[in-house]
Antibody, heavy 115, light 112 residues
């Protein structure tokens, strides 16, 4: 069964760092474009980062560029999102998705940035 | 980025009656490969979005046939032929023709 499981969400203070993980099963992450999508009541659903299947090319939304880094570990079949300099507005549910003709979504992990 | 606009924001419906949601994109969603990558997602409270429809009208595995999608270019519609209680929640359209994926603001379907 194709599945994505996110982890790493937490309560973190502003300015702090956090790394989210997304472990895939049923397929190999390095064969697909993978992304992180976040959801907030105010901004709705927002694609914040994409990792191309070549493992090198990336996309970042303006809101996270320079602070977040997407990467993968092929040996662990896992996608990551390193989040630095976190702000209150980064508070959201973060979803990992596999991109394709139809997208596969994980269950999400909650990040709360608050003092 | 392509802007996706959904209407209405809220749709109170009677059980067993039809419902319809519209989605408009700021530019054509026809891809260079000839396909139109417009999807519909359904989200219940506390749950992740679940894919219903992709490529305008293809139902994802396990999706009941009371859900149907239509449209072309920049205008798209999701129809529920007879609303059931489990259909409540928020529906989103999403374009995947162009990076990054962008989403409509959502339409809340609730039972009258």
């Amino acid at each position: 069964e194709v599945q994505l499981v996110e982890s790493g969400g937490d309560l973190i203070r502003p300015g702090g760092s956090l790394r989210l993980s997304c472990t895939a099963s049923g397929f190999t992450v390095n064969n697909y474009y993978m992304s992180w999508v976040r959801q907030t009541p105010a901004r709705g659903l927002e694609c914040i980062s994409i990792l191309y299947s070549d493992g090198t090319n990336t996309y970042y939304a303006d809101s996270v560029r320079g602070r977040f880094t997407i990467s993968r570990d092929n040996s662990k079949n896992t996608l990551y999102l390193q989040m630095n300099s976190l702000r209150a507005e980064d508070t959201a549910v973060y979803y990992c998705t596999r991109l394709g003709a139809f997208d596969i979504w994980g269950q999400g992990t909650v990040v709360t940035v608050s003092s | 980025d392509i802007v996706m606009t959904q209407t209405p924001l809220s749709s109170p419906v009677t059980l067993g009656q039809p419902a319809s949601i519209s989605c408009r994109s700021s530019e054509s969603l026809v891809n260079s490969d000839g396909n139109t990558y417009l999807s519909w997602l359904h989200q219940r409270p506390g749950q992740p979005p679940r894919l219903l429809i992709y490529k305008v009208s293809d139902r994802f595995s396990g999706v009941p046939d009371r859900f149907s999608g239509s449209g072309a270019g920049t205008d798209f519609t999701l129809k529920i032929s007879r609303v059931e209680a489990e259909d409540v929640g928020v529906y989103f359209c999403m374009q995947s023709t162009q990076f990054p994926r962008t989403f409509g603001g959502g339409t809340k379907v609730e039972i009258k």
